[in-house]
């Protein structure tokens, strides 16, 4: 995904077997990095977010934990604090409540961050299970994202179907326009375009090198897709580097 601290662009990634990077958009130069458990994915970093002081959380879903970096110290930084997270996949810094939110397989948590940038906290201070798609289930958290153009909601998907949550009223909801078609199982990523109001979403599909992979990014409002011609995916995100 794209973020954009202190007026410049970054592209912050992940990868299964360990790597994690923040690079300047468009340069390509390095923000930040690490490896975490290289060379295998007991880790299997699935989010990252890059906070307003410049370090930088990470999300590891087998390694059940939200690790956040000590990045604005430099580029390999490798100090961190951390916190336990079952199935941890995504991550949004909230910058009008100043918390940090990450999305685990049963649950969306909100956490205070505390300490210096040099030494940070992380502090779990709220938390809201999610829907429960089918009795006995884990709900499965995916993907968690900002509603453009709606302050307070946050989209969040499931192995069941696509929500949108309102951190005000603290409820999950699917009143938004489209919902029909957007909501469905398995979604891995959503997320709309702030220029059009077009949301895009990715979902698995059978028979490719990865169970999680598609090659398929679906468009909503109006319907349409992008087709890969080889190999899979598993997010995508509109491209709004500034």
Do not use: M
Request: aromatic share 10%; charged share 20%; glycine share 12%.
């Amino acid at each position: 995904k794209v973020r954009l601290h202190r007026r410049r662009a970054y592209v912050l990634t992940t990868a299964s077997f360990g790597f994690v990077a923040v690079v300047h958009y468009p340069t390509g130069r390095r923000y930040w990095g690490t490896a975490i458990g290289p060379g295998d994915d007991l880790f299997n970093p699935h989010s990252a977010e890059i906070l307003p002081d410049g370090n930088v959380a990470v999300a590891c879903s087998t390694g059940a934990r939200v690790r956040l970096y000590a990045a604005s110290q430099g580029p390999r930084a490798t100090r961190y604090a951390e916190a336990e997270l079952k199935g941890a996949h995504g991550l949004h810094w909230d910058a009008a409540r100043g918390v940090l939110r990450a999305l685990g397989d049963d649950e969306l948590v909100t956490y205070e961050v505390g300490g210096t940038a040099a030494r940070p906290t992380l502090e779990r201070t709220y938390a809201v299970g999610l829907p429960v798609g089918t009795p006995g289930k884990t709900p499965g958290g995916h993907d968690l994202f900002p509603v453009a153009g709606r302050p307070g909601r946050l989209w969040v998907t499931t192995n069941a179907a696509v929500f949108q949550y309102e951190t005000k009223g603290r409820v999950f909801v699917r009143d938004y326009a489209g919902a029909a078609e957007i909501s469905r199982k398995s979604v891995k990523a959503v997320g709309d375009d702030p220029r059009t109001g077009q949301v895009l979403t990715t979902v698995p599909e059978p028979g490719l090198g990865e169970t999680w992979w598609t090659t398929t990014v679906s468009v909503h409002r109006p319907e349409s897709a992008y087709k890969l011609v080889d190999g899979g995916i598993y997010k995508a995100r509109w491209w709004l580097p500034v």
